[in-house]
């Protein structure tokens, strides 16, 4: 749960649509692989109690065979240098109020 907050308020703080919107392309890039690398790990994390969904998480990533490796292999920052990312339907139901 920590990672997550931490990538919010990554995002609250670095606001990447305004990097994108006033040219700063690298540091975009640098903010998007971030987020990516940190949602990947929080793959990991939450694979024991919802494999399906840690999986449908890497295959949206481009690493569908992520699973197959090993905890040495996967837990190092930046072991992964492009992504492949693609659009999927939600991973859980909205909740209306």
């Known amino acids: 749960l920590d990672l997550m907050t931490f990538c919010d308020q990554y995002v609250d703080k670095e606001k990447p649509w305004q990097l994108i919107k006033n040219n700063k392309v ?9 987020l990516i690398e940190s949602i990947r790990h929080i793959s990991w994390l939450t694979q024991p109690f919802m494999p399906e969904i840690s999986q449908q998480i890497f ?36 909740i209306e109020k």
């Open 26 to 34: 690298d540091k975009f890039q640098e903010v998007i692989y971030n």
């Open 59 to 94: 295959e949206a990533l481009g690493i569908s065979q992520e699973n197959k490796k090993s905890l040495e292999q996967t837990k190092v920052w930046g072991k992964i240098k492009n992504y492949q990312v693609k659009k999927i339907k939600p991973l859980f139901p909205r």
